[in-house]
């Protein structure tokens, strides 16, 4: 494929409130099952897309995440992380974030592109998250197109609507865990 058959971050809309989320089945950092509909019948789902162990923001938000999450499990959620990266690089997320919470590997961008919040960044930018950041993004994905996940987050419920969430292009933007506590049905 060509780099013109790719959105940007900005033609990614990602699924809106209201919408259904769509089922999809992955595989945790352990290699182990997760299915939405399954995960739904123990009560709502905070979804977390990020880019990856190589991103300093996306570590700090988990790290954020994850001291919050006594107060998103008594809400009656549970939460899940989706990243392209491969096991070993989920990981190395959970080593440098603490993660207990779910962490999904989202194999040929099936996920994130189900919920529109997949684009391939630029020229540019894939060469200093490859370069200085050390992304290795052709190595740690199931393909070599580089692309990645806008980060945002939904809140899913038990009947498979979107409740919330937080979208923007501007990856220095995330949710905040209070919002994402306000917000679980």
């Excluded at 999904?104 to 950041?133: A, C, Q």
């Amino acid at each position: 494929m060509s780099e013109k058959q790719y959105k940007t971050a900005r033609e990614a809309n990602g699924l809106q409130v209201g919408d259904t989320a769509p089922d999809f089945k992955a595989s945790d950092l352990y290699d182990n099952a997760f299915h939405l509909e399954e995960a739904l019948k123990k009560g709502p789902l905070v979804l977390i897309f990020y880019r990856g162990q190589w991103c300093p923001i996306c570590n700090k938000h988990l790290k954020k995440l994850e001291k919050r999450l006594e107060d998103i499990y008594s809400q009656g959620a549970s939460v899940a992380a989706v990243s392209p990266e491969k096991s070993e690089f989920l990981k190395r997320t959970a080593k440098k974030t603490h993660a207990s919470f779910t962490l999904l590997h989202d194999e040929n961008y099936t996920i994130s592109d189900k919920f529109d919040v997949t684009f391939k960044p630029g020229k540019f930018s894939r060469l200093i998250y490859n370069g200085i950041l050390g992304a290795d993004l052709k190595e740690a994905h199931t393909d070599d197109s580089q692309r990645l996940p806008i980060p945002a987050t939904y809140i899913i419920n038990r009947n498979k609507k979107i409740v919330w969430r937080h979208f923007t292009p501007d990856y220095k933007r995330r949710s905040s865990i209070d919002d994402i506590i306000r917000n679980i049905p």
